[in-house]
């Protein structure tokens, strides 16, 4: 009887080990983030940036569209940037540029969706615990390319690459992109909202392409806000 009830204990002992080793198995895979890519485009037209024209009485920003993505950051997203760049463009001002991007947003919701945390060295495009804003190599037509690392409806990371294909500027100048109108679209896949494709959303901050000199995507557009609002509240 003894020895059997050992065998017993021993066959329980086993059982419960290996639904342990299961059930860790199972939380591990689940945990493994998953890469979404999202890359803003110019408008192009025979291989040139080209403009839609859309008329002046247009005053889409007043249109309520938006379109989420399906995950979104659950706690403050902390970020660095690293201002180093070919262009001349002075550290402190690329700062002071993405930083006020980000407060645009922010502005809009009781929920503090980012905080800055300082220059860093790194480089956009790696899942290595840090939030990073920096210029980089990129194919041509993507002006800017975000990429968010998720587990099932929780972001996790998030980084952005400015393309260095492109000239940049800090005000709007023609043929370079602008560094503040560019994080404001980007910040807002940080903040769940996908890409907008209508012509009746262009002058929204999440129209899906962008052009040379162009800064009314620096502001928010109704839709813009309802988005943000709809994931974080007013």
Known sequence: MRELYSKLCTLVFSSIILLSIIAASIYTVALIPQLMVLEWSTEWSNGKVTLNVIPQGDNSNETGDFKLLPFKWKITANF?????????????????????????????????????????????????????????????????????????????????????????????????????????????????????????????????????GEIYKRTLGLGDILGLQANYGK
């Not at 980012?114 to 190599?137: E, H, L």
């Not at 041509?140 to 980084?159: N, Q």
Request: proline residues 2%; contains cysteine.
């Open 80 to 212: 660095w940037i690293n201002p180093s760049n070919k262009y001349g463009l002075p550290a402190n001002s690329v700062i002071e540029a993405i930083i006020t991007a980000a407060n645009t947003w922010d502005s809009q919701t009781s929920f503090q969706v980012f905080q800055y945390m300082g220059i860093t060295t790194r480089t956009a495009g790696k899942f290595d615990g840090y939030n990073v804003i920096s210029w980089g190599s990129y194919r041509v037509g993507v002006i800017a390319v975000t990429y968010i690392w998720y587990i099932d409806d929780t972001i996790i990371e998030t980084d952005t690459r400015l393309n260095t294909y492109y000239k940049w500027s800090l005000t709007g100048e023609p043929k370079k992109m602008d560094v503040q109108n560019i994080m404001t679209h980007e910040f807002g896949h940080w903040c769940g909202l996908d890409d907008l494709y209508d012509d009746s959303d262009y002058w929204l901050t999440m129209y899906g392409y962008a052009s040379y």
